[in-house]
């Protein structure tokens, strides 16, 4: 029986193991080291914020795994044996496979800072990371968050909402500058500062300093400010988790380098999930992409191609969401900071200042081409058609309160969104 070996039980290796299950009574065996049963890692902040216990995290239960006959083994995976196919875990322990999938996801960002492995240092990745957390959590006077991407902001939550201080570290001009247009990035910076987090903009970190005992007492900035405190969060993006593959024949760059097929360069060894880096990007897609929809779509793809039936991995239309607080982001589609040279883009911003529409199309043919949206949720199904079939920015605008999640409650909206659509862009009629 042809025995498939999964390094790593996050949403890729999982879902693919799940779908190989499904198709066929393959052996399948999953080898993880951070946790004995999968889990939503999406869900470690609620969990810190007692909104759930951990074990709520699992989606299934424990003999779930056995019922279908699925072996699990605890351990981290050293080396990878790729002539001999087997993989080695860090006690010396071999275990042999027919095919391999490396799903082992990513790690945090770490850029040599001295003091970086201080205790009380922590990524939010990790079930060990939240572990790190509870245990400098109750004694902490301040924590400072080094990176302002999505993680650092949910860190910042998670603290906020145990009364802890928090000082976060932004090297750009705004947060999340490279990614939000001005605008919107402002109004994130307005916001935070609102939460009484001390959001300090166009700072980096040099050192982290350390007491007698190891633990973090303060770090230092490169605009020589000493800030004391015993949490450092370390937020600064995530990068692929392939250590182990060294010297193992697979070819691997920032990630595993793969194909269309998340086939490597040998023969029966994959690649999925966080880990996974394409030869060439899909789209304006990057070549990793370490976001949740997209490891469980590479699971799903796989599982056909490892039973027989060879097939692509296609993303489809780009989209996300996330949380500012308490102000929720999605994004369909392309929106660039920086406009490109054919992209035309329509602002609007509620009164409040925490609500707001950014809308790109195609200034030749006005073809629409993405939204940004805060504080406004919007249907999945109605951005990935329109995108789709190409449909124009007027058709977008025209039918915005049926994109609308709560049509009712977002009717002024919508409103005052079209008539602003209208008088920005004089002379269009909207079809």
Not at 5 to 31: F, M, P, Q
Not at 104 to 116: H, I, T, V
Not at 139 to 152: E, M, P, T, W, Y
Request: proline letters at 3%.
């Amino acid at each position: 029986m042809e025995h498939v070996v999964i390094i790593g039980n996050g949403i890729s290796g999982v879902t693919l193991a799940r779908h190989i299950r499904k198709l066929s009574d393959k052996k399948i065996t999953i080898v993880s080291g951070e946790t004995e049963y999968f889990y939503s890692r999406t869900a470690l902040m609620y969990v810190f914020m007692g909104h759930m216990k951990f074990e709520h995290t699992q989606p299934y239960e424990n003999d779930f795994w056995k019922k279908n006959k699925i072996d699990l083994v605890k351990g981290f995976v050293s080396g990878v044996r790729v002539a001999d196919k087997f993989v080695e875990l860090s006690d010396g322990t071999p275990i042999q496979f027919d095919k391999l999938v490396i799903a082992s996801g990513s790690k945090s960002n770490k850029y040599d800072w001295p003091g970086q492995d201080s205790n009380g240092v922590t990524g939010l990745y990790s079930k060990q990371d939240l572990e790190t957390l509870e245990e400098f959590a109750p004694n902490c006077k301040r924590a400072v968050i080094v990176g302002g991407g999505l993680i650092g902001i949910e860190l910042a939550e998670m603290l906020h909402s145990r009364n802890i201080p928090v000082t976060l570290l932004v090297r750009e001009k705004s947060f999340w500058g490279s990614v939000l247009p001005a605008a919107e990035s402002e109004m994130i910076n307005r916001h935070i500062l609102e939460h009484k987090i001390d959001l300090r903009l166009e700072t980096g970190l040099i050192e982290i300093q350390s007491d007698q005992n190891g633990n973090v007492k303060s770090i230092v900035t490169d605009k020589n400010d000493t800030i004391e405190c015993q949490i450092v969060g370390l937020t600064a993006g995530v990068s692929p988790n392939i250590d182990f593959l060294k010297n193992s024949g697979i070819e691997v760059d920032k990630g595993v380098k793969v194909n269309r097929f998340l086939e490597t360069n040998c023969s029966d060894i994959y690649a999925i999930g966080d880990c996974a880096e394409q030869h060439e990007a899909i789209g304006f897609r990057k070549n990793i992409e370490a976001v949740w929809y997209t490891g469980r779509m590479m699971g799903e793809t796989l599982a056909q191609t490892i039973c027989g039936n060879p097939t692509e991995y296609k993303p489809g239309n780009w989209f996300n969401s996330a949380k500012f607080l308490d102000i929720e982001y999605q994004t369909y589609g392309w929106v660039w900071a920086n406009p490109k040279g054919n992209e035309e883009q329509f602002y609007w911003e509620h009164a409040s200042g925490k609500k707001a529409i950014r809308i790109s199309f195609d200034k030749n043919n006005r073809v629409f081409l993405g939204i940004n949206t805060f504080g406004i949720r919007m249907r999945h199904e109605f951005f990935d058609s329109v995108l789709t079939s190409n449909q124009t920015v007027d058709f977008v605008i025209h039918h915005l309160s049926e994109a609308n999640f709560d049509p009712e409650l977002y009717k002024s909206f919508t409103t005052e969104v079209q008539k602003q659509f209208i008088n920005q862009f004089v002379g269009i009629k909207i079809q």
